[in-house]
Nanobody, 116 residues
Framework: QVQLKESGGGLVQTGGSLRLSCVAS????????LGWYRQAPGKQREVVAT???????NYADSVKGRFTVSRDNAENAVFLQMNSLNPEDTAIYSC??????????WGRGTQVTVSS
């Protein structure tokens, strides 16, 4: 079983930045892929960034150049640095763990609201 808990969401103005954190238990070093997805009202869920255990990353086209995903095995955490935010980035952001034999896991999410 993997438990994930996000933090760092909030209200920010257009052009601002936020850094989301997701702490996992028990450990993340053995999790093949960690990632972030977002869900906005009336929109489909979108995977915005992923990072593998070897550090490989992928981003949705909508966030390339603005978002950076990273993981720190020592802290059992994955992060999402979000810059140049705009109102279209408003959503609930959740982290997830995938590729495990026991299945996939995700957190409850943290709200990000970008005002115009």
């Amino acid at each position: 079983q993997v438990q994930l808990k996000e933090s760092g969401g909030g209200l920010v103005q257009t052009g601002g930045s936020l850094r989301l954190s997701c702490v996992a238990s028990p450990v993340i070093s053995t999790i093949p892929t960690l990632g972030w997805y977002r869900q906005a009202p009336g929109k489909q869920r979108e995977v915005v960034a992923t990072i593998t255990s070897t550090g490989g990353t992928n981003y949705a086209d909508s966030v390339k150049g603005r978002f950076t995903v990273s993981r720190d095995n020592a802290e059992n955490a994955v992060f999402l640095q979000m810059n140049s935010l705009n109102p279209e980035d408003t959503a609930i952001y959740s982290c997830y763990a995938s590729g495990l034999a026991s299945g996939n896991y995700w957190g409850r999410g943290t709200q990000v609201t970008v005002s115009s």
